[in-house]
């Protein structure tokens, strides 16, 4: 089927992402952790922002996800939560926030809804989680799978790795993908796995695909937000395309600054203000007559 362009301005909502998959709509996701940048991610029409543990790796600078916690979401979900209208809201469950018992993860789960403004949540981990989904969204809770590279098994993975290389691991994942779409997750995340497993599972589940790392067949992309825009530090997996180099900016912002700075270019007398004239003439203070009239700003 051919794919189309969304051209509609309306919210996005958990729904519609399969009406969308049956339209044949490719819709894109990005990542976002404050004001700014989401309400930018969302004025460009991005159909879908996460608040990901990724903040972890990209703002927070612990190096992986698993030290992120509930609270450090929260904060950071508020802030997106003001600046985004039309895209659908997703924050990540991060990891020890869903592991202690369904109880404890339903109300981690709604503090991101009810106070963080989360229109859905999404967790990692496949089969296994599936009574946990199946909770959820008995309790009127959104839910995205996520499945493959799941970042918040790091240290029983050893290292980040393509998932699904093998006949049993790749039958596993499409396994997995079955089971989020039969627990009532309304669409999962397939996180570096190869593209010919990502497109099996596509066109075998009726909720969309939402591949990093995973091909062009998924429904719909997403990427972390710093890497694609050259703002991390670390090397980039392969499938990273560089859309800018935000960090060579910045430098050359900060770096020019100090510059003005330093040599004493900075302020001007446009970018200061100027006493009024009759406060210089009561405190006796010479002032240049072009300055006579005070900025009001
Ligand atoms: O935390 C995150 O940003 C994610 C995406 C990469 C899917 O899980």
């Known amino acids: ?61 612990y190096g992986n996800t698993v030290p992120v916690t509930l609270d450090e979401i929260l904060i950071h979900l508020k802030a997106v939560r003001r600046a985004v209208q039309r895209a659908l809201l997703v924050a990540d469950m991060p990891y020890g926030s869903f592991h202690t018992g369904d109880d404890d993860a339903v109300r981690n789960a709604l503090r991101l809804v009810k ?19 199946k909770r959820l969204v008995d309790e009127e809770i959104s ?15 050893g290292a980040y790795r393509v998932q699904g290389k093998t006949p049993k691991a790749a039958q596993q994942l499409i396994d997995d993908a079955k089971a989020m779409e039969d627990a009532g997750a309304f669409a999962v995340v397939l996180e570096v796995v190869p593209r010919e497993i990502a497109k099996m599972i596509t066109e ?66 446009a970018e200061s203000y100027a006493l009024p004239a009759e406060t210089a003439a009561e405190l006796e203070i010479e002032t240049p007559s072009r300055d006579s009239k005070a900025e009001k700003s």
């Open 204 to 269: 075998s589940i009726s909720i969309p695909t939402i591949g990093i790392g995973a091909g062009v067949h998924c429904d719909i992309q997403v990427l972390v937000l710093h890497d694609m825009l050259g703002l991390g530090f670390g090397k980039q997996a392969r499938f990273v395309r560089p859309y800018a180099n935000l960090r060579e900016v910045m430098t050359d912002a900060v770096t020019r600054y100090a510059d003005d700075v330093r040599n004493g270019t900075y302020p001007s007398e």
């Open 143 to 157: 839910v995205m799978g996520h499945i493959g590279l799941t970042p918040q098994s790091i240290n029983q993975l």
């Open 115 to 133: 106070e963080g403004g989360a229109e859905a949540i999404k967790l990692e981990g496949g089969h296994k989680r599936v009574p946990l989904v």
């Open 1 to 61: 089927m051919p794919y189309l362009k969304p051209e509609r301005p309306e919210k996005v909502s958990a729904p519609s992402l399969r009406s969308s998959k049956q339209r044949g709509e490719r819709l894109v996701c990005l990542t976002a952790y404050d004001y700014p940048t989401a309400r930018i991610l969302d004025e460009a029409g991005i159909d879908i922002i996460l608040v990901g543990d990724s903040l972890g790796n990209v703002v927070l600078g």
